[in-house]
C-alpha cells in the first residue's frame, strides 16, 4: 500500500498537468462553495490549497468562480431588465457562490481598523463574528460601487459585460496573493498564516495570467480602459497593504479578502473612466 502511495506521489510530482489540476480544483473549493469532484489521481478533496505552488492558477479559479455570474449577466442583459437589476442579480449571485469569503474579510478589517485603538484591539475586534456600523458601511459601498460600475459597463452590451465580469474574477483574486506574498501575518495562528505562503515569483506569473484574462475586457472599455482598470487595481491594493502595516503590522486573512474586494472596485472603476 505505501509502495502504491508513493508511486502515485511520484506520478503526480512528474506530471505537471495533473498537479495543475489538482491545484485548480483545491483552489476551486476553498474560494467557494461551486460542488468540485475530485479532478484526476492526483486532487485530493480534503486537502487544503498548497499556496506556494497553486497561486498561478488562483485567476483561472477567479474565472471559474464567476462563471456563472457572467452567464448570467448575458441572459438578464438580453432582457428589458435595467442593468442595475443585472448587476445585482450577478453579484447575488457570486456572494452565494463563495459565500461572502471576500465580504466577510473587508467588513472585519472596516470594523477593526475603525473601531480599534491598538493593533491588538483591532485584531481582537476583526476576530469578532458580528458586524459593526463601520463593517456595515462598508459591505454598503462595496456593494453599491460594484453595482453601479458593473451597470456602467453594461452599457456596452450584455456578452462585452460578461467578459468584464470574467476579467475582474481573475485581477481581483491576484491582489490578495502579493499582500500576503510580500507582508508579514499580522497574528500567528490565523488562516492565512497556516497555509503555505505563495511566494513574489509564482505570484508574478499569476499576474501575467490575470493581465492576459483581462484582455477580454477590450470589447467593454477598450484597451486603454484595461490598463486603467489594472493600474488602479494594483494602487488600490497597495494603498490597502500599506494601510494594514500602519494598523495592524501585517495582513490576516481578513486583510487579504478585503483586498479582493478593494481590487475588483478599482478595476471596474477604470473600465468606465
Do not use: N, Y
Not at 137 to 159: D, E, H
Not at 192 to 204: C, E, N
Amino acid at each position: 500500500m505505501r509502495r502504491c502511495g508513493r508511486s502515485r506521489a511520484r506520478r503526480c510530482r512528474e506530471s505537471r498537468l495533473l498537479r495543475t489540476i489538482a491545484d485548480l480544483a483545491a483552489v476551486l473549493r476553498f474560494f467557494s462553495r461551486l460542488p468540485v469532484p475530485r479532478l484526476g489521481r492526483c486532487d485530493d478533496p480534503a486537502a487544503l490549497p498548497d499556496f506556494s505552488r497553486a497561486a498561478p492558477v488562483v485567476p483561472l479559479a477567479g474565472v471559474v468562480i464567476v462563471a456563472p455570474a457572467a452567464l448570467l449577466v448575458v441572459i438578464l442583459g438580453s432582457t428589458d431588465l435595467p442593468t442595475l437589476a443585472v448587476a445585482v442579480h450577478a453579484l447575488a449571485l457570486t456572494a452565494l457562490l463563495t459565500g461572502a469569503f471576500h465580504e466577510d474579510g473587508l467588513a472585519d478589517i472596516a470594523d477593526g481598523f475603525g473601531g480599534g485603538s491598538t493593533p491588538a484591539r483591532r485584531l481582537e475586534i476583526m476576530k469578532d463574528s458580528r458586524v459593526g456600523a463601520f463593517g456595515a458601511l462598508a459591505l454598503v459601498f462595496s456593494v453599491t460601487m460594484r453595482t453601479v460600475l458593473l451597470a456602467a459597463v453594461l452599457a456596452a452590451g450584455a456578452v462585452e459585460a460578461a467578459l468584464a465580469v470574467l476579467a475582474a474574477g481573475a485581477v481581483s483574486r491576484v491582489a490578495p496573493l502579493w499582500l500576503w506574498a510580500l507582508l508579514p501575518p499580522a497574528r500567528a495562528g490565523g488562516l492565512a498564516s497556516s497555509l503555505a505562503r505563495p511566494k513574489p515569483g509564482p505570484v508574478a506569473v499569476a499576474s501575467l495570467v490575470a493581465a492576459v484574462v483581462a484582455l477580454a475586457a477590450i470589447p467593454a472599455a477598450g484597451a486603454d480602459g484595461v490598463v486603467i482598470g489594472l493600474i488602479l487595481a494594483g494602487i488600490a491594493t497597495a494603498a490597502l497593504g500599506r494601510l494594514a502595516i500602519a494598523k495592524i503590522g501585517g495582513q490576516t486573512g481578513d486583510v487579504l479578502g478585503a483586498a479582493q474586494q478593494v481590487a475588483e472596485i478599482a478595476f471596474l472603476a477604470g473600465l468606465v473612466l
